[in-house]
C-alpha cells in the first residue's frame, strides 16, 4: 500500500474522531461542568498527535521544537487535516450539546 487513503476511509476516520471527541468532550463537560474544556485543550492534543518531538523538549529547547512542530504542520496531507478538524467538530459539537440540555434543564450529578 501506498499510504494514501480512499474517501471512504478519510469519511470513517472523521466520523470516527468526531465521535470519540464528543463523547470524551460530553464526559468531560459533565463531569467538570466546563462547557469548552475540550475546545481548548484538543489543539494540545493535535500537537501531541503530530508531533514526535517529546513535552520536555518544548522547554529545554523550544527553537527546535517548535520548528519541528511547524515543519509536521506543513508536512501534513489533506485527509490528515480532514480527519483532525472532524475531532475538533465533535469536541465543538459537545460543548453546544451541553449548553442545549442545560437550557432544557439538565442537570448533570
Known sequence: M???LSIVEVMLSFLLFMVMFFGIGFLV?????MTWLMAIVYP???ILIVDEVRVFDYITS????FSSLGDK???LH????II???GFVGAILAGI?????????????
Not at 29 to 33: Q, S
Not at 100 to 109: P, Q
Open 84 to 86: 483532525l478538524i472532524g
Open 62 to 65: 523550544p527553537g527546535m521544537a
Open 78 to 81: 489533506a485527509a490528515d487535516i
Open 97 to 109: 450539546v451541553m449548553i442545549i440540555l442545560r437550557r432544557m434543564g439538565y442537570r448533570m450529578f
Open 2 to 4: 501506498d499510504g494514501s
Open 29 to 33: 463537560n459533565m463531569l467538570l461542568r
Open 44 to 46: 494540545i492534543v493535535v
Open 73 to 75: 504542520f506543513v508536512s
